[in-house]
């Protein structure tokens, strides 16, 4: 096809026809919102380093969980910030910890809206890593029972999926064993299974207070120049038994989520981490940009990506937005 038989802006002339042949349709299912709980009563503290987010307590969680449904988001991820840490994490895993509570008060309180929790010790540990530490080293192996602990723990809690965000090896499969073995084999699992060691997580970890206080992380998450090691660890999580796998972080990773997209048949997540949220809130504040535009238009390339579901501090307001299209 060639002009000026072929003229393209023939279906750019009018809203109408864009809207006829658009390719990617962004909808308020496709949106899944992170809510960090933390305790005590009516509290609603700003994370300054993410605009419009918070630390919420349980009463705060279903109200904001709330919202959430009512806007037509399906799902909400819950991180738990406990009051006490220890080498060894325990409060994850604690039948009465923020997240469990956090977890039996959504699903008492708010119906037709599903509760996914992350499942990992990072936000839990003194020394802020995600795994157990022997001798100034991440024990991969000592940890997988405490973290198929903690997701048991919050099946139990009543949570619809658990999401393993470690990237300790053989956690999925772990997991998958525990929680059939404890009547829980309905409940899926959402793999973080291709995370990178990226400077895009700084304010989560601010809002989280899960910055490792030694060393980092290179370890455990993936070296962010690497691609064909994602499809090695998605194949790896898949063969194990995860439901969904995960792309993170979401926006500097676009082409990983289309390999993943392309190599397996699951659904894919994509989680558009805080990094990407914050930049875009900060340029928007400054009139640097519009910043409701661009937060559409990320996440519309995000979904145009591959991925069937967005992690995103953006979900509502992105889904406020969709409600006046």
């Not at 009465?96 to 037709?112: L, M, N, P, Y």
């Not at 700084?202 to 690497?226: C, E, L």
Request: hydrophobic share 45%.
């Amino acid at each position: 096809m060639q002009f000026p038989d072929y003229r393209p802006r023939r279906l750019r002339s009018s809203d109408m026809f864009r809207r006829m042949i658009r390719e990617t349709v962004l909808t308020a299912d496709d949106l899944i919102l992170p809510l960090f709980a933390v305790g005590g009563k009516n509290v609603k503290n700003p994370v300054a380093s993410m605009p419009g987010q918070f630390h919420l307590s349980i009463d705060n969680i279903v109200l904001a969980a709330r919202q959430a449904r009512d806007l037509g988001i399906p799902a909400v991820m819950l991180f738990g910030i406990p009051e006490k840490k220890d080498p060894l994490g325990t409060r994850a895993y604690a039948k009465d910890g923020i997240v469990q509570k956090a977890v039996r008060s959504i699903k008492e309180k708010v119906d037709g809206l599903s509760v996914i929790t992350d499942v990992c010790l990072c936000q839990y540990t003194d020394h802020g890593h995600c795994g157990m530490v022997d001798k100034g080293k991440i024990d991969n192996d000592a940890t997988l029972d405490l973290l198929a602990r903690t997701a048991v723990s919050h099946a139990d809690a009543g949570a619809d999926m658990v999401a393993p965000s470690d990237m300790m090896d053989g956690r999925v499969g772990m997991i998958r064993e525990v929680l059939d073995e404890e009547g829980h084999n309905q409940v899926p699992i959402m793999s973080y299974a291709v995370k990178y060691c990226s400077a895009f997580y700084g304010p989560f970890r601010d809002a989280a207070h899960s910055a490792p206080k030694f060393g980092d992380r290179r370890t455990y998450q993936m070296d962010p120049a690497n691609a064909m090691e994602a499809i090695r660890e998605a194949a790896l999580d898949v063969s194990e038994g995860a439901d969904i796998i995960m792309v993170k972080p979401a926006l500097p990773y676009l082409d990983i989520i289309c390999r993943i997209r392309e190599e397996f048949d699951l659904p894919v997540a994509a989680y558009n981490v805080s990094g990407e949220y914050a930049m875009i809130k900060a340029a928007g504040k400054m009139g640097w940009i519009d910043g409701e535009k661009v937060m559409m238009e990320t996440l519309t390339a995000i979904k145009r990506a591959g991925a069937d579901m967005i992690l995103t501090y953006f979900a509502i307001d992105a889904a406020t937005a969709l409600q006046r299209t």
